[in-house]
């Protein structure tokens, strides 16, 4: 009886990792016109190229999703960002955030000048 939880466990591991794989080479072919295993077996240059490539398509998914646009996809949002953390070393990732300029994406509030009268 073991040996038949283990086996379905293992079946149900293995069927999740091929469902997060396919959402991922859909996400990465019609976001960005690449193939994943392409992208995986990337180095140096090109892998660079495409990580800019792929963070130029997260900001533009990232700033429909804040613009509440209609052709928005959570799931292609999460399939990209999944793509990119295969491609990208946590590590490697945490260094470039480091050198990055931070961002104020808060509009400012308008105030009336100060001898304006209410």
């Given at each position: 009886?073991?040996?038949?939880?283990?086996?379905?466990?293992?079946?149900?591991?293995?069927?999740?990792?091929?469902?997060?794989?396919?959402?991922?080479?859909?996400?990465?072919?019609?976001?960005?016109?690449?193939?994943?295993?392409?992208?995986?077996?990337?180095?140096?240059?090109?892998?660079?190229?495409?990580?800019?490539?792929?963070?130029?398509?997260?900001?533009?998914?990232?700033?429909?999703?804040?613009?509440?646009?209609?052709?928005?996809?959570?799931?292609?949002?999460?399939?990209?960002?999944?793509?990119?953390?295969?491609?990208c070393p946590p590590a490697a990732d945490a260094m470039?955030?480091?050198?990055?300029?931070?961002r104020r994406h808060r509009r400012k509030m308008q105030t009336a000048?100060?001898?304006?009268?209410?």
């Amino acid at each position: 009886m073991l040996d038949f939880q283990e086996e379905t466990l293992a079946f149900r591991a293995r069927k999740e990792r091929e469902t997060m794989q396919a959402r991922q080479i859909a996400a990465l072919q019609l976001a960005c016109g690449l193939d994943l295993s392409e992208a995986l077996s990337s180095d140096g240059d090109r892998r660079r190229t495409l990580l800019a490539r792929l963070d130029r398509t997260l900001e533009r998914e990232r700033l429909k999703g804040l613009r509440r646009h209609w052709s928005y996809d959570l799931n292609r949002h999460i399939a990209l960002k999944q793509i990119r953390d295969r491609l990208c070393p946590p590590a490697a990732d945490a260094m470039s955030d480091r050198n990055k300029p931070a961002r104020r994406h808060r509009r400012k509030m308008q105030t009336a000048p100060e001898g304006a009268v209410k």
